[in-house]
């Protein structure tokens, strides 16, 4: 599952993304979508971040899709997830592997890419490098409290598609002036997707999967691989929240100034009985 995740996720940007891609940036004002810039080597960056994007959102459609069918049709029908000691639930859930890989999959597949082709900000780079740690540990051992992994490979993922529409328009900033309303939506769906799925439902999920990590841990009399595989998922449980705590207050900030904006300081008008004229120096007033 891992190696066919990445592997589709090559085709999309490498094979099928480019015909797309064609369509929207064109070169030419032709096209609605097209942009205007003429310089090649600025098209061709325009193109890669834009086949990335496309790459991006297929892959957080498909694995926040099943994230959405596991986390509302079948983790309620299962008898584990009303166990009563938290042991009883750890080990379980075998099937939900699945999320785990496809989020490794991805996320080695887009570390390089965000490297090398994109030039991602820092905290994305650490955001790939702790979710390909966090999945590997939670996919590979039966100690990854994988009832989790349903809300944090899966459902999380859904608010990342107007992110990626998102960030086309900002890549192409003569979109937005050409569709303003389509970029106001897009702007609101990715704020409420966020704050309602990695914030709101972050602090029910989120605190109790910490606790019981945190717990599970604490109970474990010796320092050996298993307890320091436990803290490490801890550690990147608490960093990753955080992360999202960081982004939140950013989409916060971004919504707070749509509403408020920043008045500029208007500039005091001449007074109506002189004239302001050069001479050379500095400004000497002739009146009127």
Same mark, same amino acid.
């Given at each position: 599952?891992?190696?066919? =995740?990445?592997?589709? *996720?090559?085709?999309?940007?490498?094979?099928?993304?480019?015909?797309?891609?064609?369509?929207?940036?064109?070169?030419?004002?032709?096209?609605?979508?097209?942009?205007?810039?003429?310089?090649? =080597?600025?098209?061709?960056?325009?193109?890669?971040?834009?086949?990335?994007?496309?790459?991006?959102? *297929?892959?957080?459609?498909?694995?926040?899709?099943?994230?959405?069918?596991?986390?509302?049709?079948?983790?309620?029908?299962?008898?584990?997830?009303?166990?009563?000691?938290?042991?009883?639930?750890?080990?379980?859930?075998?099937?939900?592997? /699945?999320?785990?890989?496809?989020?490794? +999959?991805?996320?080695?597949?887009?570390?390089?890419? %965000?490297?090398?082709?994109?030039?991602?900000?820092?905290?994305?780079?650490?955001?790939?490098?702790?979710?390909?740690?966090?999945?590997?540990?939670? +996919?590979?051992?039966?100690?990854?409290?994988?009832?989790?992994?349903?809300?944090?490979?899966?459902?999380?993922?859904?608010?990342?598609?107007?992110?990626?529409?998102?960030?086309?328009?900002?890549?192409?900033?003569?979109?937005?002036?050409?569709?303003?309303?389509?970029?106001?939506?897009?702007?609101?769906?990715? &704020?409420? &997707?966020?704050?309602?799925?990695?914030?709101?439902?972050?602090?029910?999920? %989120?605190?109790?999967? /910490?606790?019981?990590?945190?717990?599970?841990?604490?109970?474990?009399?010796?320092?050996?691989?298993?307890?320091?595989?436990?803290?490490?998922?801890? *550690?990147?449980?608490?960093?990753? %929240? /955080?992360?999202?705590?960081?982004?939140?207050?950013?989409?916060?900030? +971004?919504?707070?100034?749509?509403?408020?904006?920043?008045?500029?300081?208007?500039?005091?008008? /001449?007074?109506?009985?002189?004239?302001?004229?050069?001479?050379?120096?500095? =400004?000497?007033?002739?009146?009127?």
């Amino acid at each position: 599952a891992v190696v066919a =995740t990445a592997v589709l *996720c090559s085709v999309l940007f490498w094979i099928v993304s480019p015909s797309v891609v064609d369509i929207l940036l064109p070169g030419n004002k032709d096209t609605k979508l097209a942009t205007k810039t003429t310089d090649p =080597t600025v098209l061709a960056n325009k193109r890669i971040k834009m086949r990335y994007q496309l790459t991006n959102l *297929c892959f957080n459609l498909a694995v926040g899709s099943v994230g959405v069918y596991c986390h509302f049709w079948v983790l309620p029908t299962l008898p584990s997830t009303q166990a009563p000691s938290i042991m009883d639930r750890i080990p379980l859930h075998e099937d939900l592997y /699945l999320l785990s890989a496809m989020q490794l +999959g991805y996320q080695l597949w887009a570390l390089p890419m %965000g490297l090398l082709c994109v030039q991602e900000p820092t905290e994305m780079i650490m955001h790939h490098l702790a979710v390909v740690l966090s999945s590997t540990l939670s +996919g590979f051992s039966y100690l990854g409290f994988r009832y989790f992994s349903v809300y944090f490979y899966g459902l999380m993922e859904l608010s990342s598609i107007p992110l990626a529409v998102m960030n086309a328009f900002k890549d192409n900033p003569e979109w937005i002036q050409t569709h303003p309303l389509l970029y106001l939506l897009t702007r609101a769906a990715f &704020s409420f &997707s966020f704050l309602y799925i990695r914030i709101y439902m972050w602090f029910f999920i %989120g605190p109790r999967y /910490l606790m019981h990590d945190f717990f599970f841990f604490w109970t474990i009399p010796n320092w050996g691989l298993e307890k320091s595989f436990v803290l490490m998922q801890f *550690c990147f449980g608490v960093f990753l %929240g /955080l992360l999202q705590l960081y982004w939140a207050v950013l989409v916060i900030r +971004g919504i707070v100034a749509f509403f408020v904006p920043k008045n500029k300081k208007k500039k005091l008008p /001449l007074p109506p009985t002189s004239k302001m004229q050069s001479n050379g120096y500095g =400004t000497k007033t002739k009146q009127t």
